[in-house]
């Protein structure tokens, strides 16, 4: 997973899928988020692989957006 600072949100995506779907999330949300994982109110259940490799978090559902050009 990677998150991309953008000025009025945070965007993340796929680190493994550069050219997949990302999620931008304003600011607030992408900080209450990181609190509540970080103090464990809630947690991230891990997803199955099909190829079998463990994964190390599961995730929301992604839509598609353009921040490409966001990305370093």
Known sequence: MEAADLPAAIAVRDSKDKQGPALVFPRSSWSSFVTSVSTGDITIAPTPDPTG????????????????????
Request: proline share 10%; no cysteine; glycine share 20%.
């Open 53 to 72: 490799a463990t994964a190390q978090h599961g995730g929301p559902p992604q839509t598609r957006d353009t921040v490409g050009e966001f990305w370093g």
